[in-house]
């Protein structure tokens, strides 16, 4: 049973419910906004509101350490959990910038250390709105620590006493795995990154050799828009518009072509150029289209590559099952586009 100065502060709270509920949105609109800016991408952003059941509880413990509604921190709560480590320090320093933070009652607890902690390893911030009087409780952490903690919290698994011995290192063991697998995804990521930085720099600097291909290093390559001097020659036959479009879906072809290494696609190129414009001359050059397509350079390179290495009407059917999706059409097309190639100067020399 709560005494009258907890009874009091409950009554303070249900007439300050509404300014609560307007103090959660406008925390999660902040942070919502701010991490879109930054480019970070988090699990979810999450704030509740205490229930007057559960602060009817904390009253009765503890009710006497409060002495208005503005000492309990803990009424509005709001939760951002992230895929990485090293992005709560990142999200941190721009809560710091939203809300005035009372480092006092701040709590920093990945930095206890404590064998069993891993769940618990949120970094807690109590802020403040600019304009409120009441502060509130912003927790950090990733989404190992949160599902850890309510696996934990599910479990009733709060001291040692609760459950037998054997089980608490057994728990503690996995809690051991987990905080290493955090600590794992996170340096992953920083290599990944530094991996790309690599690429986009001998991409920049022509050594292409040195790149082998693949869904990331064919990004940046693209980047550079390879293909752009070819799609202006063949825009200039109708002086069509060109029209930017996806390119990734040929990688699949290009690396059965055995380009290996951005250096083999780029001499695919070199090679295949003069006679993808010419193919493109006997395509368009009776047409009055006015708009073409970005892709149109590196389909015609593929395909008299395809043609000039003896894939035929077959292997024209297969490149256009895997760029344009599978269709009865496409053999079809397929024998169309080798009738237009039949009188490229390779061709020729073929018969």
């Known amino acids: 049973m709560m005494d009258l100065h907890s009874e009091l502060i409950l009554e303070e709270y ?13 925390v999660v609109s902040k942070l919502t906004s701010a ?3 930054n480019g970070l991408i988090v699990t979810a952003i999450e704030a509740r509101v205490k229930t007057e059941d559960s602060l009817a509880g904390k009253l009765a413990l503890k009710g006497q350490k409060y002495a208005t509604l503005e000492d309990i ?14 992005d709560v320090d990142r999200i941190a320093a721009i809560a710091e910038k939203l809300f005035d933070v009372d480092w006092e009652n ?13 769940g618990y390893n949120s970094l807690h911030y109590i802020c403040r709105l600019p304009g409120y009087n009441f502060r509130f409780e912003l927790q950090l952490r990733t989404t190992l620590q949160h599902a850890w903690a309510a696996i934990n919290h599910d479990n009733g698994y709060k001291t040692g006493v609760e459950i037998p011995r054997e089980y608490l290192r057994q728990m503690n063991r996995l809690a051991g795995m987990l905080e290493l697998a955090d600590d794992e995804f996170s340096r ?13 720099q001998l991409v920049q600097n022509g050594k292409l050799d040195d ?45 059965a072509l055995q380009c290996n290494t951005l250096g083999d696609v780029k001499r695919l190129i070199v090679k295949y150029e003069d006679d993808a414009y010419r193919l493109a001359r006997h395509q368009l050059g009776t047409t009055d289209l006015d708009i073409i397509s970005s892709s149109v350079g590196i389909q015609n390179i ?20 895997v760029v344009n999706g599978e269709s009865s059409q496409n053999a079809a097309l397929a024998q169309l586009t080798f009738e237009q190639a039949s009188n490229l100067p390779f061709m020729q020399k073929k018969k």
């Open 188 to 200: 992953i990521r920083t290599e990944i990154n530094d991996y790309r930085r690599r690429v986009q």
């Open 302 to 321: 593929c395909i008299v590559c395809i043609l000039d290495i003896g894939g035929g009407t077959m292997g024209l059917e297969r490149f256009f099952n």
């Open 35 to 37: 991490l879109a800016r």
């Open 14 to 26: 249900r007439e300050n419910l509404p300014v609560f509920e307007r103090m959660k949105e406008e």
């Open 211 to 255: 790149v082998l291909l693949d869904g990331d290093t064919f990004r940046s390559f693209l980047q550079a828009r390879p293909f752009d001097a070819l799609n202006k020659r063949i825009a200039a036959i109708n002086q069509a518009e060109i029209q930017d479009v996806p390119l990734i879906r040929y990688l699949r072809v290009l690396k």
């Open 73 to 86: 921190t803990d009424v509005l709560g709001a939760r951002v959990i992230t895929f990485y480590t090293d």
């Open 106 to 118: 701040s709590v920093d607890k990945r930095r206890l250390h404590q064998l069993d902690s891993f």
